[in-house]
């Protein structure tokens, strides 16, 4: 954009992997100027973000302020609320209050954090419709694979009967590891852990919490349910043996940990190989049946630093170009 | 051979008898009975299901028997399977008598477990087994694999179900 408007400000309330990642895209962007950003131990105003870049990997404090993420968020004048702080799906927080003291302050809210939206998805849509303002979410469900802006935007002549999809590379990494390699589950996990692709703990992942938390997403988002996670049937990957997976790939057949949003349910299913949901490794991956255009199928990163912020990124300029 | 047959049997006590008698001592084996109570007929008769193992020599002299005690034949054919799904079970499947599992899906009359590949690790960890089910219909298809969901929760086993074929490539 090379016309003289004034940039678009935003702040960015989180620095972990994901808030690192947008910080580094924006750097980019000409038409976007970061105002703040806050970790868990403070608040740079007006950051050089190489500079805070740098000392985030250092080890050091990024504050430059005694304000609160809550004051930035409150006071600082911007327009544009990036919310990345990690997941909780108890209570939500700290992301919830960050998330409704921006709407309620006006400003447009994009998140990477699920925690806000599987405990008070309605109210938060409520809140941002009142305010006029916009609050999206790609980076919720399956990182950089585009679904829902795709479903919203896309794929708004038809309408959605069903989505189902493997939505956590973890498990995903797991299954397809075990059977590739001849693995058993305990062996392939502490491997998982040690190269990052699964937590110190795993529980949130394996269990099938987090899968089950984009299944109330996306069921929120497009069946019109108002549901939380309690009402997701939710079995995870914990018992499948290596000797199960074996049995079924010399059928032709692999394990999915699947989320179905239509079922509202989260369960490993047998899948034949030729399925389009049998992608491997980390890979995310979406079937969304719908009643004219037929099945449709997406895959792609489901995690990682900048393929996530990417996403993230991706709603801040929509909803830039929305405005203009 | 596998028959399956349909039969209509006055409301009176001791009918049955009419029926396996003769299948008995012409050397069948009954594997499924089902009396529909429920859908009794304008003729004040009650139709039954039946599934038995058979010789297929001895058909014709069994139905000469069954017209001999006044046994209404509506319809007798071999069991066709139609429809096939797989299922893989994870747990103590030997300790809590796999017999009795697949017996609960073949004594349906309308499903049996076709093939059932099983691999037993140590003797205290989990087997795991790879069923496949065949059954004359989906309905029964379904149906079978709730009854095996059920016995499979009793005895604490772990079903992993196939993905709903939505006419998907390859699903």
């Known amino acids: 954009m090379q016309n003289k408007t004034p940039p678009v400000k935003l702040s960015i309330i989180g620095f972990g992997a994901v808030g690192q990642g947008v910080a580094a895209l924006v750097q980019k962007v000409p038409q976007l100027k970061v105002v703040a950003v806050a970790d868990s131990k403070g608040v740079a105003l007006m950051p050089d973000l190489e500079d805070v870049l740098a000392r985030k990997k250092a080890g050091q404090p990024i504050a430059n302020s005694d304000l609160t993420a809550l004051d930035v968020i409150r006071t600082v004048a911007h327009d544009v609320v990036v919310e990345v702080t990690p997941t909780n799906v108890v209570d939500g927080e700290p992301g919830l209050t960050h998330v409704r003291e921006a709407l309620r302050s006006r400003r447009n809210v994009v998140t990477s954090n699920k925690g806000p939206l599987v405990v008070a998805f309605n109210e938060l849509n409520k809140l941002a419709r009142a305010s006029g303002v916009a609050l999206r979410y790609e980076a919720t469900v399956g990182g950089a694979m585009p679904i829902i802006n795709l479903i919203r935007d896309t794929l708004v002549g038809t309408r959605v009967l069903d989505i189902r999809g493997v939505l956590n590379g973890t498990c995903n990494y797991i299954l397809t590891r075990m059977v590739e390699e001849g693995l058993d589950y305990d062996q392939v996990l502490s491997e998982a852990q040690d190269m990052g692709i699964a937590e110190a703990d795993p529980t949130y992942d394996v269990t099938g919490i987090d899968t089950a938390c984009k299944v109330v997403i996306l069921a929120n988002a497009f069946f019109g349910r108002k549901i939380t996670f309690k009402d997701i049937n939710v079995v995870g990957i914990e018992r499948i043996t290596l000797d199960a997976l074996q049995l079924a790939r010399q059928r032709g057949y692999v394990v999915k940990l699947i989320g179905d949003v239509k079922e509202l349910s989260v369960s490993p299913k047998l899948i034949s190989v030729r399925h389009p949901l049998n992608v491997s490794g980390t890979l995310n991956a979406a079937s969304i049946l719908t009643e004219t255009a037929g099945e449709i199928t997406v895959t792609g990163k489901g995690a990682g630093s900048v393929e996530t912020a990417s996403a993230v990124l991706g709603d801040v300029l929509s909803i830039i170009q929305q405005r203009h | ?171």
Not at chain 2, 10 to 27: E, Y
Not at chain 2, 74 to 82: I, N, P, S, T
Request: charged share 25%; no cysteine.
């Open chain 2, 1 to 171: 051979m596998r028959i399956s047959m349909d039969l209509e049997l006055r409301d009176t006590p001791g009918q049955l008898m009419h029926v396996l008698a003769p299948i008995s001592n012409l050397g069948g084996n009954v594997t499924s009975i089902l009396h529909h109570h429920d859908k009794k007929t304008a003729r004040n008769t009650v139709p039954v299901s039946l599934v038995f193992e058979m010789d297929e020599q001895k058909l014709e002299e069994l139905q000469q028997k069954l017209d001999e005690n006044d046994v209404l034949i509506v319809r007798m054919g071999k069991m066709r399977l139609r429809t096939k799904t797989h299922v893989l079970l994870i747990g103590h499947i030997i300790h809590t008598d796999l017999r009795e599992t697949i017996d609960a899906i073949d004594g349906t009359g309308f499903a049996e477990v076709q093939d059932l590949s099983l691999s037993m690790p140590a003797i205290d960890s989990p087997s795991s087994a790879f069923v496949t089910i065949m059954a004359t219909g989906v309905e029964e298809l379904k149906q079978s694999v709730e009854i095996l969901k059920d016995i499979a929760q009793r005895k604490d086993l772990h079903v992993i179900e196939p993905i709903d074929d939505r006419g998907v490539a390859g699903g």
